[in-house]
């Protein structure tokens, strides 16, 4: 039975010779989240979780309290297993989490209750924190600057030879799991080749080695052929276990059936970029690759960087307004131009603050013909996005004007807003699983990033 919070408790009234109290920014973030509106929509999506969620069963978290601990995890950058256990050692953050004297929820329990959050409801409570910071007058969406980043996900650098030896080591282990379901004697359907694809990977990595001090090898192509032999059997020893678990009704059989029907696609489209590159000496695109078999929904990216000349996971785009919050945020698809982007932006800030930005500036992956348009389209006072390349006279008075120059020096602050969110608040690199785990690892990182700010915001204007 889904509980909306406990009986109160203020733990700091039961110590009072310890004199416990919130530092300022944890007070003020503790009023942002008493919001009527917040509560209620984290409270739809954890209804989910069962038919008669709200109505029956145990009594459950109180909502209050999940929200609460997915804002502490996400505000210090912790595991789920650091906040049950540092929650719980603490009485200021028992009192923060609304926890009193009730014991803190295991880390798996908080896991699917997190699980079930829905990507637009992290949207949805974007948009009310900052509905919020505009009525506490934090910010005034007069200023916009927009920007990408990556952030990774949680995946080896993915080469075609370490890919395939991942796709035959699942795929041999569901299969030693689908024999002892089945019940069946050793027969070849169900050898385990993984051994054997770790030798010749093994081997691989050394003739690479070897290529890397310009000898000359013949060994590499064939090494790869032997490799793609063994995944492709491996792909139909899985095909043909998948059709025999077909015929059985149990739940682990289906689950194991579930399995090898999503890993084996994979693998035999790795075997295939496998096969073009190397066999056939083709350029495989970017966008035809599989990065990863656990998070296939990672994209290879390049964006002209030296020191990083690939990255591996998603593109995120990121909306800042004055008062140093995130209005917005993307997880784009795949690694589509930047510029593309500016639209969406335009139209999603006047209809969060009812009026388009006065100024607007982005970098120099933005300036199109038709993102200009839209700007004076939109009546944007002053629209600092230089253009690349080489500048007609005009251009370049237009540019080393001095309210272009002070307009586009806001710019540079999303580049520290964008440092902060990867260093403080996790965005460097994606801990939860999946394409809707990468949107609530993002959506709950730049909510507990706006959350302080506003609180910071607050803070020093109580002070001053």
Known sequence: MLRD????????????????RFEPVLADQDRLLEDDELFQQITADLARRRPQTPRTGRPSTPVEVILRLLVIQHLYAWSYEQTEHLVNDSLVLRQFCRLGLEPVPHDTTLLRWANLLQPETLHQLLDRVTALAQGLKVTRGRKLRIDSTVVETAVHYPTDSSLLADGVRVLSRLVDRARDVLKAAAEPCFRNRTRTAKQLVQRIYA?????????ATAERPELYRRL??????SLQQAEQVQHRLARWSDRAAQR?????????????????????????GEVVPAS???????????????????????????????DEVDGGLVSRYAVLVGNPPDADQLPASLAQHRARFGRPPAVLTADRAFPTAA???LADEQRVRCCAIPKPGALSPRRRAVERHRGFRRAYRFRAGVEGRISVLKRRFGLARCRYHGEAGMERWVG????????RQISQALATRQSA
């Open 256 to 280: 194991l059936s579930s399995d090898l029907g999503r890993f084996g696609p994979l693998l035999g489209q790795v075997c295939r970029q496998t096969a073009r590159r190397v066999v056939g």
């Open 207 to 215: 003739t690479a080695a070897v290529h890397a001090t310009r000898t």
């Open 444 to 451: 709950l990182g730049i909510l507990a990033h706006n959350l």
């Open 228 to 233: 793609l032999q063994v995944a492709q059997a």
């Open 5 to 20: 919070q406990y009986a109160p408790v203020d733990l700091f009234a039961l110590v009072p010779a310890l004199e416990l």
């Open 371 to 373: 993102n200009e348009r």
């Open 288 to 318: 035809e690759k599989v990065a990863s078999l656990f998070e296939p929904h990672t994209a290879v990216l390049r964006r002209g960087k030296a020191r990083v000349p690939a990255e591996f996971g998603r593109t995120v785009l990121l």
